[in-house]
């Protein structure tokens, strides 16, 4: 699945994997249908935060086409939150995953705290037990794809980089070690209820320090195959 954009004069995503057999333009109106949800939440994880969403063109040069998701959070409000969340491959097996990165772009931020993925798991594989886990990617753990920046897109590679779970902690380890301890892995739905149904995927800015000022974008998310794709404007 590949978050990207067509060359038109709105903002435009992508979403490209094995699931989508053609284009469909993805908006405001039909987002929810096609399994996605866009969520603020106020520094308690509680929906009802001040950041705000845009789709917007540029900022600079998107790695494919024009335009990009804006996360903003308002001045003082750093500690809050805003999510992209998608739905779709609940199952999939962590093994099975060839392909998994995404682009980011920030013209304020921390320093430190890019956009970042999270992965919502069941993880019967870790040691014959049961129960979920959270798979969390931060860009700045995985050095060696390059320095977080302001100013430029970077894009990051999610199999080749380091994870922070729930289960495992501090420090971060390789998503290898964790497939390793984990081989049954597989993708569910967020377990709160507060977010029911709304996807194992999830990516946001923000929940950080409230003095910590985040305009960011994102773009570019591929998940496995790349011969299809939906669109989200």
């Not at 959070?73 to 099975?96: E, H, W, Y």
């Not at 569910?188 to 985040?214: C, K, L, Y």
């Amino acid at each position: 699945m590949l978050l990207t954009k067509l060359a038109v004069p709105c903002a435009v995503f992508c979403l490209v994997g094995t699931a989508y057999a053609v284009p469909i333009g993805i908006d405001a109106a039909n987002a929810a249908s096609n399994g996605f949800s866009l969520d603020t939440t106020d520094n308690t994880g509680a929906p009802g935060g001040l950041g705000s969403f845009g789709f917007v063109n540029c900022p600079a040069a998107p790695p494919v086409g024009l335009g990009s998701l804006n996360f903003q959070t308002p001045p003082g409000n750093g500690d809050q939150a805003l999510q992209l969340r998608f739905s779709g491959f609940l199952g999939t097996s962590l093994s099975s995953i060839t392909t998994l990165s995404y682009s980011t772009f920030a013209a304020a931020f921390n320093g430190a705290q890019l956009p970042f993925l999270t992965l919502y798991v069941g993880n019967t594989g870790l040691g014959g037990g049961g129960g979920g886990d959270r798979i969390f990617f931060e860009p700045v753990y995985t050095p060696v794809q390059g320095a977080v920046a302001t100013g430029v897109w970077q894009t990051w590679n999610v199999l080749t980089g380091n994870v922070i779970t729930d289960s495992t902690g501090f420090p971060p380890i390789s998503w290898g070690a964790y497939l390793a301890a984990n081989p049954l892995a597989f993708l569910v739905n967020d377990p709160n209820p507060t977010f029911a149904g709304t996807g194992g995927i999830r990516f946001a800015s923000g929940n950080s320090g409230p003095g910590d000022n985040f305009n960011t974008n994102m773009d570019n998310f591929t998940f496995n195959s790349v011969t299809s794709r939906r669109c989200l404007s």
